[in-house]
């Protein structure tokens, strides 16, 4: 009966995904880097669907950073799946310390989710 309720007020085809918080979170959610070093983070999402869902992934940087290429990756997740979206770039060498808000936009099937989660890298 709550799985039928919260069913009507999510606007999804499962009403975990209005329940379940975390169904696209950033792993690590943070790093330490060197200026220069790589950053990796998977984005790791959970299809509540009974059919598979294509999801695509962009990083989104800190202008300070002055990245000219998104950090961009994509898959089809099974039902009732994790799926992974592996990103990756380089921090700038310019010398920026400190720590920095990466924000994920998302494209989930049909729907654009910006900024839906982060990662945090720190520039020591």
Known sequence: ERERL???LFPWDHPNYG???SWVR?????QRLEPGGKAHLDVVMTNHSSAAR???C????????HIRDRAVGGSVI????????PLSWVVP??????RFVVPVDVIYGDRFLPQVTEAIVEVV
């Open 6 to 8: 919260y069913g009507d």
């Open 54 to 56: 294509r999801a695509h």
């Open 58 to 65: 962009a990083a989104v940087f800190p202008r300070i950073w």
């Open 26 to 30: 950033c792993s690590p959610y943070e």
């Open 93 to 98: 060498k310019d010398g920026l310390k400190g």
């Open 78 to 85: 099974r039902p009732g799946k994790d799926g992974l979206i």
């Open 19 to 21: 329940i379940d918080e």
